[in-house]
């Protein structure tokens, strides 16, 4: 069965920190990985994606994730923090299994404080 | 332009009742979803439909109907409201495997 794990539930870190949010996946089959972001009472956006290609990703406000196949993970980065950056972060992972199907991971809520 | 629209945005109603929540997308796209959101944030895939038919019915009440008239549309209507409904319930749409979008949420408040 398929399943995200997102192992912190929260993230408290000073403005100009550096942040990792972690997301560990389980699945037997290729799949597609997503980070998305939930500013206070709006609905989720995307934030970055892996599809195919680089391992790498990076989002325009300075998050980056890295595709790990070997240890199943997509952990989001970002070298310095803003207040702004005050959000609940998921995880979501989508595989093929004769239709898409996408599970999220719990959340993890990224506190920043001045 | 909204690229997914829910109305309405808050329903405050009382236990019992049936009440409706639309969700309408202007992206083309062949797959709708309605999500719920809990106090926790843990979100909880309820229906997905592909092209107007239903390709996930997760775990819900059957008090719980989705609609899709059309692949722009996925209604959703609840009949007899309990207060374990109120929630955020989220519709979104998506392209096969690409990102899903997001409606703005409707803030469901069962009293």
């Known amino acids: 069965a398929q399943s995200v794990t997102q192992l912190d539930s929260q993230v408290p870190v000073f403005e100009e920190a550096p942040v990792e949010l972690r997301c560990n996946y389980s699945?037997?089959?290729?799949?597609?990985l997503f980070w998305y972001v939930q500013y206070p009472n709006q609905g989720l956006q995307l934030l970055l994606k892996y599809l195919s290609g680089s391992t790498l990703v990076e989002s325009i406000n300075g998050f980056e994730a890295e595709f790990n196949k070997s240890q199943t993970s997509f952990h989001l980065r970002k070298p310095s923090v803003h207040i702004s950056d005050t959000a609940e972060y998921f995880c979501?992972?989508?595989?093929?299994?004769?239709?898409?199907?996408?599970?999220f991971g719990a959340g993890t809520r990224l506190f920043v404080k001045a | 332009d909204t690229a997914v629209s829910q109305t309405p945005k808050y329903l405050v109603t009382q236990m019992g009742n049936d009440k409706s929540i639309k969700c309408e997308q202007n992206l083309g796209h062949d797959t709708m979803y309605w999500y719920k959101q809990d106090s926790k944030k843990f979100l909880k895939i309820m229906f997905s439909?592909?092209?107007?038919?239903?390709?996930i019915n997760e775990t819900v009440p059957n008090r719980f109907s989705p609609k899709s008239p059309d692949k722009a549309h996925l209604n959703l209507h609840i009949n007899s409201l309990e207060l374990g409904d109120s929630a955020v319930y989220f519709c979104a749409s998506s392209q096969a495997h690409n990102e899903q979008y997001f409606g703005p949420g409707t803030r469901l408040t069962v009293t």
């Open positions: 979501a992972v989508t595989r093929n299994t004769g239709g898409f199907k996408t599970i």
């Open positions: 439909y592909n092209n107007k038919e239903l390709i």
């Open positions: 699945s037997s089959v290729s799949v597609y």
